[in-house]
């Protein structure tokens, strides 16, 4: 079995067994003693600066009309606080407090994957992110400057949100403007490391129930570990309120945001355990050892550039004391424009003029990758919530309409002549022989959905209540690819009697159905600070829903003659909340079943959607504040998928799905000792993951589970300034973070690293 192993140390790390499971679900159900707290009065309690503040009550989204508590489905919030003890500047960095949650996938072959590409329970569910309950677009790192919460809601998402990956959707929360005058600023310094945020909100005295909140952030940032490679942006936010503290409320948040990264191509994985020599002829070059980690085999010419813009109008109307009505209209733009020198580390890119001499080694930088991609929302959604009586029966109701147009084009890119091979151990970026330029060809997809919904949260008396929800969803997709013609291959394109290079409409195809999602889950509530559920939840993902891109290929799923992919989810849990609903704990027991997959058919050799895949496993978690001093806030999961009909996904006999960890773990915790000092620190498993299935020959099959471990220390100076020390990687773990579909490349974890940050409070 060939895999990837921790370099420095020998032993690999145990798994986490199931006893440990069962042990930490115990924990998570409370005793009686416990239960007993429900007689006792409710308490709110706010945490004073500088204490933890880990646990959420609820989610934004007004289509969740109930506390987290009583919310039948597995839900983590992951706060403001969380981020700014741990220094997580990015999406992905942040979704680590959530286990299982990461960008394990770093591409196929030459194609790499950028910004935030994230697994969450087996499934790619980098299409279900969303700002304020928005669909954000595009393939992107998304910073966390302008963000108070991040909500992760696991299992089907497609009553809350429509279309969506299988297994869950992502929520960012905006920072908006308030009546409450405050203003801070930080400045983060590290090995090569700048960044500067500052965010202000001040009411607008001039003007009654009127405030400004204003959040702007710089970052120059080369990367810990990795030659040249940069990620370096700005960004800046506004949020305009009216109204507040009345009927009728108004915002208007406006983003913009620009990257200016030089993106990472991988490492080869030559030297790693696991590999061996792609060429029988020469099996040296497996033994020859390990590459540098640190290397960089593109080029100074690779650039990654980004900028995003969103505007959003929301307004807000009490209609009674018990029923509000919103209207939120969201436009937003992403443009990605990027070249990456990639490569494939295939026996015929591998070449060894002096076998007995590894520093004239070369390989082929073969798979340059280029992408112009523009992503465009439009979006108008109403919302209304009530709470209704009928008789002994009291309604928690959400209803509403949405419609969107969401468009994506890529812009074709030719080049000419080649980059030369770089040393395989010595490789030098400062090269030239290759140039590229825009050919005209572009590929257009556009998404235009129409859907309404309703949710009602029936409590029947004190201790039951049933939560069901409802989507029904029309929508058309259309796609149009105009490219070069002529090539060879089965990418070929027929020049239908024109010169090769002719520009053609390659694929003209549109799909228009309709959607409908549902859910449906019942409560228990044995005490007034705990809940037992069962819940069952669909969602559904139709050609061409994740990416905009229909084709005429028997062998795609975005072939518009095909159904969606369904998804069902059916999950058990528990939730507490403890000393004095502080600390929330939570259990849940979950089976994804997702369906309509495309195989192809042994015999007749056509393709059919018969195939099934299923993930089910268990989840546990624990956040809020053991003392008003103490926080935590943790997760478990085991995970156990399997291909249930069909073709195998990875690289062994097994069924299992790639990219998933049958064990994660992650864990953070802070402690006020007083005097202004506090100390915090936590640890992540991620267990054994299996990459892709290709042809490729040598390469590590799988990468090894790790640990790894972060510090914290902060002091309060003053009331108005504090410093902040976060240690990352104390005990310089050497881990595999991402791993390419063939094998060929991957991303190293970061080494031990140290940032400063110095906040002021005005």
Not at 355 to 382: G, H, M, V, Y
Not at 535 to 541: D, G, K, L, R
Request: aromatic share 8%; proline share 5%.
């Amino acid at each position: 079995m060939a895999y990837i192993r921790s370099r420095k140390h020998g032993a690999s790390t145990p798994a986490l067994k199931s006893t440990t499971a069962a042990t930490l679900l115990a924990l998570a159900v409370p005793t009686a003693a416990l239960a007993a707290e429900a007689t006792l009065p409710t308490v709110t309690v706010t945490a004073p600066t500088g204490q933890p503040e880990y646990k959420a009550e609820r989610v934004a989204s007004p289509k969740f009309t109930e506390p987290l508590l009583d919310t039948p489905q597995t839900v983590s919030v992951i706060t403001e606080q969380l981020v700014k003890e741990q220094g997580a500047t990015t999406l992905t960095e942040a979704l680590r407090n959530s286990p299982g949650v990461s960008t394990f996938f770093l591409g196929e072959n030459g194609n790499t994957t950028t910004g935030d590409a994230i697994y969450m329970r087996g499934f790619d569910s980098s299409s279900s992110i969303y700002v304020d309950g928005v669909r954000d677009l595009g393939s992107i790192s998304r910073d966390t400057f302008n963000v108070s919460q991040i909500e992760v809601t696991k299992g089907p998402a497609g009553t809350d949100y429509g279309r969506s990956a299988p297994t869950g959707a992502i929520n960012l929360v905006t920072k908006r403007a308030s009546l409450e005058d405050a203003g801070n600023a930080s400045l983060v310094a590290g090995d090569d490391y700048l960044r500067a945020t500052a965010d202000l909100n001040r009411a607008i005295t001039a003007i009654e129930g009127a405030a400004l909140r204003v959040n702007v952030m710089g970052q120059k940032d080369g990367v810990v570990g990795r030659d040249m490679v940069e990620n370096n942006r700005w960004g800046v936010a506004g949020s305009l309120a009216y109204g507040l503290g009345s009927p009728t409320r108004a915002f208007l948040d406006v983003m913009h945001v620009e990257q200016n990264n030089v993106p990472d191509g991988g490492v080869p994985t030559i030297g790693l355990p696991g590999y061996s020599s792609p060429d029988p002829k020469r099996p040296f070059i497996g033994g020859a050892g390990r590459v540098d980690p640190e290397n960089f085999y593109g080029t100074t010419h690779d650039y990654d550039d980004v900028r995003a813009d969103m505007v959003t109008f929301t307004i807000e109307h009490d209609l009674s004391p018990t029923a509000t009505l919103r209207n939120t209209t969201r436009w937003g733009k992403t443009r990605q424009d990027y070249m990456l020198t990639a490569f494939m580390g295939s026996a015929a890119n591998l070449l060894t003029p002096n076998p007995l001499d590894p520093s004239t080694w070369t390989l082929a930088r073969s798979t340059p990758t280029f992408k112009n991609q523009t992503n465009e929302i439009l979006t108008n959604q109403t919302n209304v919530t009530a709470t209704v009586q009928t008789g002994a029966l009291v309604h928690d109701l959400s209803g509403g309409v949405e419609f969107t147009r969401e468009k994506q084009t890529n812009l074709s890119t030719v080049r000419t002549g080649n980059w030369p091979a770089a040393n395989l151990y010595d490789p030098d970026p400062n090269v030239s022989g290759m140039t590229w330029e825009l050919n005209g060809g572009h590929a257009d997809g556009e998404t235009r959905t129409a859907a309404v919904y309703l949710f009602d949260t029936i409590k029947l008396n004190e201790q039951w209540q049933v939560n069901g929800g409802m989507r029904l969803e029309r929508y058309k997709t259309s796609y149009t690819n105009v490219a070069a013609c002529g090539g060879t291959g089965n990418s070929a394109i027929p020049c239908q009697g024109n010169p090769t290079g002719t520009l053609v409409t390659a694929t003209d195809l549109d799909d228009a159905d309709n959607l409908f999602n549902w859910k449906l889950g019942v409560v228990y509530k044995p005490a007034a600070n705990g809940s037992i559920y069962v819940n069952y939840a669909t969602s559904q993902q139709p050609p061409g829903g994740n990416n905009f891109t229909l084709s005429s290929n028997a062998n795609n799923a975005g072939n518009p003659d095909y159904k969606p992919q369904e998804a069902r989810t059916a999950e058990i849990g528990t939730k507490w909340d403890l000393l004095d609903r502080q600390l929330s704990l939570t259990a849940a027991i979950y089976r994804t079943e997702v369906r309509n997959e495309v195989e192809q058919d042994p015999v007749d050799l056509q393709y059919y959607q018969t195939g099934k895949k299923r993930v089910q496993g268990i989840e546990l978690g624990a956040v809020g504040q053991i003392t008003k001093n103490w926080g935590v806030s943790a997760g478990f999961t085991i995970m156990d998928t399997k291909v249930l009909s069909g073709a195998n996904v990875g690289n062994d006999d097994s069924h299992d799905l790639n990219y998933t960890p049958k064990n994660a773990f992650t864990a953070w915790t802070s402690y006020n000792l007083g005097h202004g000092f506090t100390v915090g620190g936590g640890g992540r498993y991620v267990g054994q993951l299996q990459r892709g299935k290709d042809g490729a020959v040598g390469t590590p099959k799988y990468v090894e589970s790790y640990w790894m471990f972060d510090g914290m220390a902060s002091y309060a100076v003053s009331k108005n300034f504090d410093v902040q020390l976060n240690v990352y990687n104390l005990f310089d773990e050497d881990y595999v973070a991402a791993i390419n579909k063939s094998g060929y490349r991957y991303t190293p974890g970061t080494p031990r690293s140290a940032r400063l940050t110095a906040s002021f409070i005005f």
